[in-house]
């Protein structure tokens, strides 16, 4: 009889436990089916409330999952593996300008291979090639000076002459000097800045702008020689380093006497003119010091092979480099020290106009 009560009473303690467990697990699965519900109820309320983890945003529902990739994507937008749609959509949605956010310096540039392989990329984030308006173009030179803060570089060309005001320009395109020294750091560094590298051009990366393109910026790479002569002048809300009115100036001389050498036609001629007229106008209206023409300054302009045949072509230019700050005669010579030396005369006047030089 006591073997009998003792067997009787473990299988009866066996079948109470296994009850217990059962329903403890029935209850355990009844919360959190409820737990499931609530969560799925509040996402469908608030969509983009979606609870944070080390990893970004991750929804522990399933039912979150699409809504978690396309906001994963989102915010990969500024590293170029999205469509014009999606860019333009996250900008209207956080009101930040993709690739901008990027501004803040990281641990260390990217490495020489990476910049070179290229940022991953598909047929729709080829760079646009239609002109930029004079705010697209500031905006692109406002993130150019964000990124490359701690690199030597000199924005020119259409760009720096829209910045500097020139409305009648919309370049395709920015256009850098960078010395020869550092030509893989501004690749590098612009890489790790989350800027797009273009695949096979490796003097080549784009930004995204607020209207959801990608604007190009081209590098163009000079003598560390000729770098040191460059002056630049660094803009006071962008941080941005521009080339100086003169160097524009000397920038379109060296074009000009090129484009003798080479016999071109008379229409390319007489659109390095307009341009030079405009810098000029652009000087006597400026009155700044670090953009007055002078023999240290204008050294392209001073040469024999740009002063004698330009002079002669478009006689109305010597005054006007009388006002940019050149002392020159009746003849076209500078004064004092002969036809291409000369002191600076601090000379005002000028009006704006338009330009159709390009480079």
């Not at 039912?63 to 170029?80: F, I, N």
């Not at 007229?277 to 400026?286: D, F, H, S, Y």
Request: aromatic share 8%; proline share 6%.
């Amino acid at each position: 009889m006591t073997f009998r009560r003792r067997l009787f009473g473990a299988v009866l303690d066996f079948f109470s436990c296994r009850t217990a467990r059962m329903k403890k697990r029935a209850i355990k699965r009844r919360q959190k089916q409820e737990k499931k519900q609530k969560q799925a109820q509040r996402c469908q309320a608030e969509p983009r409330q979606l609870p944070k983890t080390a990893y970004g945003r991750r929804p522990a529902w399933p039912q979150a999952r699409l809504s978690q990739r396309l906001q994963k994507d989102e915010e990969t937008a500024s590293v170029g593996l999205l469509s014009q749609d999606k860019v333009r959509q996250n900008w209207e949605n956080t009101g930040k300008i993709p690739g901008a956010q990027h501004a803040a310096l990281p641990s260390k540039p990217a490495s020489v291979r990476q910049a070179n392989r290229g940022t991953r990329r598909g047929p729709e984030l080829e760079p646009a090639t239609t002109g930029m308006n004079p705010a697209t173009v500031r905006e692109v030179i406002n993130i150019i000076g964000r990124v490359l803060e701690h690199v030597p570089y000199a924005i020119c060309g259409q760009a720096a002459m829209v910045y500097y005001g020139n409305e009648y320009y919309e370049p395709p395109h920015v256009s850098i000097l960078v010395p020869d020294a550092s030509r893989d750091v501004v690749r590098c560094w612009a890489v790790a800045q989350g800027l797009n590298s273009v695949p096979g051009q490796p003097n080549c990366f784009t930004v995204v702008t607020r209207d959801g393109l990608f604007r190009s910026v081209r590098v163009k790479i000079i003598k560390d020689s000729s770098f040191d002569s460059v002056i630049t002048f660094k803009a006071t809300t962008s941080k941005a380093r521009l080339m100086t009115l003169p160097g524009l100036a000397n920038q379109i001389a060296r074009a000009y006497v090129a484009d003798l050498k080479s016999q071109t036609s008379q229409r390319r001629q007489q659109g390095f003119a307009r341009d030079m007229r405009w810098v000029l106008r652009r000087i006597a209206a400026v009155r700044a010091d670090e953009h007055w023409l002078s023999p240290e300054t204008a050294k392209e302009v001073l040469k024999a092979e740009f002063w004698l045949p330009f002079t002669s072509s478009f006689p109305e230019t010597v005054l006007m480099f009388a006002h940019a700050g050149l002392d020159v005669d009746e003849d076209g010579c500078l004064m004092d020290d002969g036809c291409y030396g000369g002191q600076v005369s601090p000379r005002r006047g000028g009006e704006l106009t338009g330009s159709l030089w390009a480079f």
